[in-house]
């Protein structure tokens, strides 16, 4: 998972992207919150779509 919130960061960063809504559909969910995590306020909501959505701090 932290390879694939790495990736929507990278994408982000390469996008020059400064607000972003993350939409997650099933694991996707689990990666959308992870990279918003560390997107360090780039996100400004996330989407889940039949998804998993973690509790804090899972």
Request: glycine share 14%; net charge neutral.
């Amino acid at each position: 998972m932290d390879t694939h919130a790495g990736d929507v960061l990278t994408r982000l960063d390469r996008g020059n992207i400064s607000s972003a809504t993350l939409v997650g559909h099933s694991y996707g969910g689990m990666v959308i919150a992870a990279a918003a995590e560390r997107a360090g306020g780039r996100v400004a909501r996330l989407v889940h779509l039949d998804a998993y959505v973690p509790r804090n701090g899972e």
